[in-house]
């Protein structure tokens, strides 16, 4: 089983325990007492007395990691004073220490001490004073502190790194041999995931930063020996760190293992994306072998076919390697044009809907077979459809020309609606219109001004309103001449965060009928989760969850309680 260890950056003793103890709680099964910005060397009696205390009282196995400045860590003392450290908390003394409650308890040695392989590979003061001597691995038996050897990068993957684990992995006194750098891309995760079951002991091997959360959620599936973890989001000790909560709850790792499905959501960025809570819930929920985790593909407006090329490069890799098992993702923006590009080129099978709108956002593969849907457009016309009582001949005013404005004018004339287009850019709209053929019940006309008279509904599928969209506290139009022209209008914006936007808070104060985003976002998720396992899923389940966690994440930007 793949241990979750809390990662504890250690200032003073009783904060340290009141951290394990929180990690304990968690559901933690190991905790790593991050020293290196509490012992300085300055005063190094005193200091160790401390970490010793520490030791003995805490409430669940321990590692060590006194980490140098060299790699990412607190620590640019004098080595001896490093080395003297580590010695005296691996061997204990017959002495006992105050166990906080006016007791006194025996001094406890941690379960493993983190040593980087290089200064362990050129101080020989390092393996005689903490007694892990080459020399003597027969003596390894008697000890009841294991060395953890390790790597780290946090610019990017090291030169020579196959050469350098190998002979780590080689290393008789290694318990078990661990490997970090900064992820560039979904493809280092891949590699990293390889590692634990190429070295011959168990392996540490983590992704830092936002492109290595991959690697973190996966170790179970690979047999990492451990991942780490961080008690609260505020306080990790290295970028892209989860928490124990996301880890247990969001990611259900304990349930993850060699037979696990993985799924997840392709796009750039993913920071926001309620996505992974969504899936994994609703995994769970039918009791279905599934994990579902962000999958971050860089993309650059100014470099359209770099940003392709990368997405198409990453795909082809996730679907080719052996053990990763990925069995299909949802894409968003800035790659649902990319993913049907991708599939016409590679001949899968192109749903018509996302044929003809020339953008997708679901990949599922099952049975070898690769298929390319959108349910974004689905979604659009199930939810007015539900609210208008019917679309034939209904007038509708979509704001904006990009995707989601794409998917919204073809499902709503595909239906029989009247749809009009309106963007900032006239030119964009009528080219939008322009794209689409004449086979439509309904039709798509664009408008260089903003028709508001006898609308049925408006649909804004701007960024506009949207938190960090960066027009997030305006409305895409004027509201009140709304109401007055259209009285019986339905306004419905295509944003969920935050749910309820300027546009509906104006809409709904002059008495229009409102929808916010959420239905549409769980409308077309509950059509992914139903390709991908062959069952449905409660729309209930995934509504409540957005709406939970959207007031959460209100709340606390708010400063109130979560």
Known sequence: MTLICASILVHDEAAALADAMAARDAGADMVEFRIDEFFTGDEPERETNAIVRVLAISPLPCIVTCRLSSEGGGFSGDEADRIAMLERICNPTAERVADGSGGKIPEHPPRYIDVEAAAFAKSANIRQKVKLAVDHPEQLRDLSTGLILSMHDFEGRPANLHRRLMKMAEEPAAAVVKVAYRARS????????????????????????????????????FGGFLTFASIRPTEVTAPGQPTIRELLDVYRVRSIRATTGVYGVVGWPLEQSLSPLVHNAGFGAIGFDGVYVPMPIAADSADPEGSYASFKATMLEMLEHARLDFRGCSVTLPHKEHLVRLAREERWRLEPTADRLGAANTLVVREGTVEVMNTDAPAVAEELREALGGLSGKQILVLGAGGMARAAAYALADAGARVTLHNRTHAKAQALAESFDASFRGSVTASASMPLNGLDAVINCTSVGMVGGGAEDQVPLDVGALAKESPRVIVLDSVYKPRETPLLTRAKSLGLRTIDGTGLFVRQAKRQSEAWTGRGVEAGLFEGIVRRELLQREAASEGGAP
């Open 186 to 221: 979904i493809r280092d995760n891949l590699e990293l995931l390889d590692l634990p079951g190429a070295m011959g002991r168990p392996t540490i091997a983590l992704g830092i930063g936002k492109f290595g959360l991959m690697s973190r959620v996966l170790a179970p599936k």
